[in-house]
């Protein structure tokens, strides 16, 4: 078997070779500026417009309603420094969870330094949000509320619509980071009652550098653009369009519409092969609700066996513990820590993530190599 055996898709996904096929052609002689007025031009506009088509198909969007990011980060912070700076009616008030990701929290975090209110709500020790707390959470001054739809370390999907629809109740807008969802669930904005959404294509088998940003048009929210020169996209995000990324997350979005219901049903399968064994070894956690939870996803936490010098026993396997966006950070997992995980338990868990390569022989490795490993270590450590 060739290792490192790729467990780690909520970091990254490969990209499809179909996407690769349809990006090509845009890197090579098809190189029109989409916004130029010639025939060059109006060939990469058109792409772009399939492309929209495609992105808006699996969510249940129209195409005038994507607007094109260089990633999930970006298009997080468009959504929650967009609709309040483009507030007028005073409310500066933001209701969050403590689980979201640190594009979501920090961007919050930098709108209390200038002055804005915010409420990080805890989570169940299922990694779920009451609806009744978040419900108690918001207040008059209450502008957005942002929840992911599945998280990125444990996979929990939140209960969106409701949560949507108490927000909506209340005239408080609602933004979803949706960049673990597509492929993996249905989405349809208009059921979930969203009003921004981010998406993004290097986690479903698309280019890294560009993303999405849904901005309901009916009614039209408003946001303030956060890169300005040139006007582009009606002058909600200048700067030159990138053809070729923007073909590529419409082809990968096209595929996860027509693949990902079969695809989660083979890895579910895989994923509960991998969670029987390993949840089987006395010690080990499963973290987060498998009755709310994509398929693809499994995060436990392992007594007695250190966190970092665990991973560093299983070299052989590409797992995390917790978001790459965070490896930076040399503490535990603030997801793990606020299902009430202990910092132990916390600093010793892993995600580890299955996606469109994953074989039922790289999950027979994996399995042993990991049971392998906590014996040793707890060996090392305790005799």
Same mark, same amino acid.
């Given at each position: 078997m060739k290792t490192p055996v790729y467990l780690d898709y909520a970091a990254t996904t490969p990209v499809d070779p179909r996407v690769v096929e349809a990006m090509l052609p845009w890197l090579g002689g098809r190189f029109g500026n &989409? +916004?130029?007025s010639h025939a060059f031009g109006r060939d990469a506009e058109l792409a772009v417009v399939a492309a929209a088509r495609q992105v808006a198909g699996l969510i249940g969007a129209t195409p005038d309603e994507i607007v094109w990011t260089s990633g999930a980060t970006e298009a997080n912070n468009? +959504? =929650?420094f967009g609709a309040a700076r483009a507030a007028r009616d005073g409310r500066k008030h933001l209701v969050t969870?403590?689980?979201?990701h640190r594009a979501v929290?920090? &961007? =919050? +975090?930098?709108l209390?330094?200038?002055g804005f209110g915010a409420t990080v709500l805890d989570v169940k020790a299922d990694g779920l949000v009451d609806p009744a707390v978040f419900r108690a959470a918001l207040r008059p001054d209450t502008l957005l509320a942002s929840v992911m739809l599945v998280n990125n370390e444990i996979g929990v999907i939140q209960p969106i619509s409701e949560l949507a629809a108490i927000a909506r109740e209340r005239g408080v807008l609602f933004h979803c980071d949706a960049a673990q969802a &597509?492929?993996?669930l249905p989405i349809d904005v208009r059921a979930l009652g969203i009003d921004l959404m981010t998406l993004t294509a290097h986690k479903t088998y698309g280019p890294k550098g560009i993303g999405v940003l849904y901005v309901r048009s009916k009614p039209r929210v408003? =946001? +303030?653009a956060q890169i300005v020169g040139g006007g582009q996209q009606h002058g909600r995000r200048s700067g030159t369009l990138p053809v070729h990324q923007i073909v590529g997350i419409g082809e990968a979005f096209r595929i996860a519409g027509e693949e990902g219901a079969a695809e989660a049903a083979r890895v579910r399968a895989l994923r509960d092969t991998l969670r029987d064994r390993l949840c089987g070894i006395p010690g080990v956690h499963a973290n987060g609700s498998f009755e709310h939870r994509i398929a693809h996803n499994l995060n436990i936490s392992v007594e007695r066996a250190g966190g970092e010098a665990l991973i560093a026993a299983l070299s052989d396997l590409a797992i995390s513990t917790g978001s790459a966006c965070s490896a930076a950070h040399a503490? &535990?997992?603030h997801v793990i820590r606020a299902l009430g995980r202990s910092v132990e338990l916390a600093d010793a868990s892993l995600r580890i993530t299955l996606g469109r390569w994953t074989t039922r022989e790289d999950v027979e490795f994996a399995s042993g190599r990991i049971a392998e490993a906590i014996a040793r270590r707890r060996q090392d450590l305790y005799q």
């Open positions: &989409p +916004a130029s468009l +959504a =929650i969870l403590v689980t979201e929290l920090d &961007p =919050i +975090a930098q209390v330094r200038e &597509p492929g993996k408003p =946001i +303030a503490e &535990p997992s």
